[in-house]
């Protein structure tokens, strides 16, 4: 997570394709680079959206943003390498995951009263979570997509319903095994998004310099969570219906 704000930098040359705009001085907001262009009559500020900047090469003591319709912005700076690493930071900063979620943490997700489901929650997303919360300490993009390991999540999520299901038909294995089989049919979109987020992934951290992959992976992270979201409440009415047989008294 990037939590610090660049100071402005001197630009000695500013181009816009081959044209010369003359110097300028650039500042990298939260969601934008403002290039204010000076000249003798006034000044021009120029906002370029991170959304739209492809990659951010440098070549000496030039910085040349491609942009998403093939434009090349070219700032000319000895901080051209600090400029472009602050750029490309606040570029792949990581979307909001949970906040748009239904389920997570909200009382539409608890249907079933009490501690039993509040637990059941947090045990299922609690590795999308951890996943989340390491991505976001991450020095580096490679290291921000290897927190979301693919291999152990879809591990831990299967383990998880494993659990359930023992921990409601530990001694019955026929009725385990019928729940468990449910709960995997009704967890398939979660695979099937984590399967996309594999692939994603290995696209990202083939092209590292190129901000397109890594983005294409931010945005099928938030449908995994999304996804996730919807699983849990399909989930829940299957646990909520699949009590423990009782053994008859006597």
Do not use: K, Y
């Amino acid at each position: 997570m990037v939590d610090r704000s660049l100071a402005p930098i001197e630009v000695a040359h500013t181009r816009i394709g081959r044209t010369d705009l003359g110097p300028s001085t650039a500042v990298v907001e939260d969601d934008a680079l403002l290039v204010v262009v000076r000249s003798t009559a006034d000044e021009r500020p120029i906002r370029i959206p991170l959304a739209v900047i492809d990659a951010a090469p440098v070549d000496g003591d030039d910085v040349t943003l491609i942009v998403r319709d093939g434009t090349r912005i070219t700032l000319g700076s000895p901080s051209a390498s600090q400029l472009a690493r602050e750029i490309v930071e606040r570029c792949r900063v990581l979307p909001e995951l949970t906040r748009t979620l239904r389920a997570f943490g909200s009382r539409r997700g608890r249907r079933s009263a009490g501690d039993r489901e509040a637990n059941e929650q947090r045990r299922f997303f609690e590795p999308l979570i951890t996943a989340r919360r390491t991505a976001m300490q991450a020095r580096d993009p490679i290291a921000a997509v290897a927190a979301f390991d693919v291999a152990a999540l879809v591990t831990a999520l299967d383990a998880t319903l494993d659990a359930f299901a023992a921990d409601r038909h530990g001694d019955d294995a026929p009725a385990r095994r019928a729940l468990e089989a449910e709960l995997m049919d009704v967890s398939e979109p979660l695979h099937q998004a984590l399967d996309a987020v594999r692939s994603a992934a290995e696209a990202a951290c083939a092209a590292p310099d190129d901000l397109r992959p890594w983005r294409a992976w931010a945005l099928q992270l938030r449908a995994t969570f999304e996804a996730a979201d919807r699983v849990w409440l399909a989930l829940d009415e299957v646990l909520d219906t699949a009590a423990p047989r009782r053994m008859t008294e006597p």
